[in-house]
Antibody, heavy 120, light 106 residues
Framework: QVQLVQSGAEVKKPGASVKVSCKAS????????INWVRQATGQGLEWMGW????????DFAQKFQGRVTLTTNTSIGTAYMELSSLRSEDTAVYYC?????????????WGQGTRVTVSS | SYELTQPPSLSVSPGQTASITCSGD??????ASWYQQKPGQSPLLVIY???KRPSGIPERFSGSNSGNTAILTIRGTQALDDADYYC?????????FGTGTKVTVL
């Protein structure tokens, strides 16, 4: 079955960077985009960007342009999201999620989430 | 930037029908997906491409999308449907999530 397993919780200081991993299993990693979505406590879902592991193509929400880096290691079926210049407003749960493109694009499976806390 | 607006909350009695709206400019020209999220859990896809249900999602969940509004309908609502619901659509190659609706079954 499709699984996306994310790395553990992180605590970072303002100005630092965080890198979250997302290991995929149960499907052919290269055939599906990986999206990243975050959710602050008590708030809604906020889309950050996606990456295609096969082509390396990416796209980002304008808000995160220049501050988010998405990468993949196709040999181990793992995607990474690095967010730099952290501030307190970046405290949130970060999710990776797979997207399938059949007809339209659908985000179908989600990781369990990684809590990132930014605090001095 | 593109926006999707949902009512913040909705209350429904067990066994009744809940209809959650999602409004956006010419949303009917895009595909809408819907996600259910319970406290402490990851979102779960319940409707995609406006009307399709993933395997394992009960038939009481259905969707429609026309004009500027997509609707998620839950018929015969059960206590376990108590959750937050988010619509989502793609604007060009960027994803947009709705503001979310808290559905309370009581």
């Amino acid at each position: 079955q499709v699984q996306l397993v994310q790395s553990g919780a992180e605590v970072k200081k303002p100005g630092a960077s965080v890198k979250v991993s997302c290991k995929a299993s149960g499907y052919t990693f290269n055939d599906y985009d990986i999206n990243w979505v975050r959710q602050a406590t008590g708030q809604g879902l906020e889309w950050m960007g996606w990456m295609n592991p096969n082509s390396g193509n990416t796209d980002f929400a304008q808000k995160f342009q220049g501050r988010v880096t998405l990468t993949t290691n196709t040999s181990i079926g793992t995607a990474y999201m690095e967010l730099s210049s952290l501030r307190s407003e970046d405290t949130a749960v970060y999710y990776c999620a797979r997207a399938v493109i059949v007809g339209g694009t659908t985000i179908d499976y989600w990781g369990q989430g990684t809590r990132v806390t930014v605090s001095s | 930037s593109y926006e999707l607006t949902q009512p913040p909350s909705l209350s429904v009695s067990p066994g009744q029908t809940a209809s959650i709206t999602c409004s956006g400019d010419k949303l009917g020209n895009k595909y809408a997906s819907w996600y259910q999220q319970k406290p402490g859990q990851s979102p779960l896809l319940v409707i995609y491409q406006d009307t399709k249900r993933p395997s394992g999602i009960p038939e009481r969940f259905s969707g429609s999308n026309s004009g500027n509004t997509a609707i998620l309908t839950i018929r015969g609502t059960q206590a376990l449907d108590d959750a937050d619901y988010y619509c989502q659509a793609w604007d060009s190659s960027t994803a947009v999530f709705g503001t979310g609706t808290k559905v309370t079954v009581l």
